[in-house]
């Protein structure tokens, strides 16, 4: 059997939406499926990735802006390609959006893998993407009436309000998950200082300043650790001043901004993490989440999508309440081991890719 997915972020891009569907072509591939991928144009000097067959083109511009570039190209290739099943990942994304007209031509069948209808519940500063959201969630019903399937990530998007809304019923929730490779505990061998880890893009959504603020505000001599792409350089500067201003009412606390890390070291920081902090003010099913509790690596989150059913961590609404779990896990060692397992129980039980993956074959 023949697969396309269609994804603007594929390997080697590092985001969660990319590490999901590389996870999910290459776990089809070993499964023995025949598995292609058209994406977004990132100067691979490869074809062919873990088995996987991957399609560039060069299109550019966001929800926000006009998609430009190959975008003619796009559509006739996906026209003609000769496949048996075709899974487009999210809405929101050229990727999906520059063939939701022609869904009635292509005879492969169709499945939707969502990642969110972001600014169906999100409303963005910029002006004409909000706009042109309303105009997009206003008809897109219509074009999701095409799909054999939807998949939605759980059950408390809102998503599914949408579609029952409008009388959607032919969808179910395919939850992120982590290789089971990555479940391995594999501290280092060397005592290491205890940290606490945040991993997030420095970008405002993300939300940095309400954790580091709470580090201040807790008791803890730990360090604190932020790890991510520097989107916004004057983000990464401004949590940066705020530190200054923070060792200044608190009392000085070690933090380290780091940047550009590979994903090898991204790891390596996680998985020797004694707490994971995250402080986004939008997610669905946060990657960092899944994978810090894949490495008994209990969490505090703010309570965004659906972190508040996931075991492994505490919820919390503000400031000072991240502050004060921050000093019951690092001083009550029996609720952090419990915490730690649980989140890990559950990663081994139903997060793993192999498990994962089998849900979405039923629909092939």
């Not at 902090?277 to 703010?302: D, G, N």
Request: glycine share 4%; with cysteine; charged share 25%.
């Amino acid at each position: 059997m023949k697969i396309l997915i269609t994804t603007e972020q594929y390997y080697p891009i590092s985001s969660g939406v990319s590490s999901v569907v590389t996870s999910i072509a290459e776990e089809l591939y070993t499964n023995g499926y025949e598995v292609y991928v058209a994406t977004g144009f990132e100067n691979r000097n490869y074809t062919t990735h873990k088995g996987v067959e991957i399609i560039e083109f060069k299109v550019y511009g966001g929800f926000g802006n006009y998609y430009k570039g190959e975008t003619d190209e796009y559509r006739d290739f996906i026209l003609n390609f000769d496949c048996d099943v075709i899974v487009n990942e999210c809405v929101q994304t050229w990727t999906t959006d520059l063939i939701l007209k022609d869904l009635k031509k292509i005879k492969a069948k169709k499945i939707l893998h969502s990642h969110g209808f972001s600014l169906l519940s999100f409303r963005t500063k910029n002006p004409w993407a909000y706009i042109k959201s309303k105009f997009y969630y206003f008809s897109l019903h219509k074009f999701l009436k095409e799909y054999e399937h939807i998949f939605f990530l759980h059950n408390k998007t809102i998503e599914t309000t949408y579609c029952k809304i409008h009388k959607i019923e032919n969808f179910s929730y395919l939850p992120n998950g982590i290789g089971e490779e990555f479940v391995n505990i594999k501290k280092n061998k060397e005592k290491v200082d205890e940290y606490l880890l945040n991993i997030s893009n420095y970008y405002p959504m993300k939300n940095q300043e309400f954790l580091l603020e709470a580090f201040y505000k807790s008791k803890t001599n730990c360090t604190l650790v932020l790890i991510g792409s520097s989107i916004l350089k004057n983000y990464l500067v401004k949590l940066q001043q705020l530190k200054q201003k923070f060792d200044i009412k608190y009392g000085f606390k070690k933090v380290e901004f780091l940047f550009n890390l590979s994903r090898e070291e991204t790891v390596d920081y996680l998985e020797n993490a004694t707490l994971f902090l995250h402080s986004s003010q939008l997610e669905v099913f946060p990657m960092v989440i899944v994978e810090s509790m894949a490495k008994k690596i209990p969490f505090i989150a703010t309570n965004v999508g659906n972190i508040s059913s996931l075991p492994g961590g505490y919820v919390v609404d503000d400031i000072d309440s991240m502050a004060k779990k921050i000093d019951y896990l690092l001083t009550n060692l029996a609720s952090y081991q419990k915490k730690a397992d649980e989140g890990y129980a559950l990663i081994c039980k139903e997060l793993t890719w192999p498990y994962i993956t089998r849900k979405l074959e039923q629909y092939f």
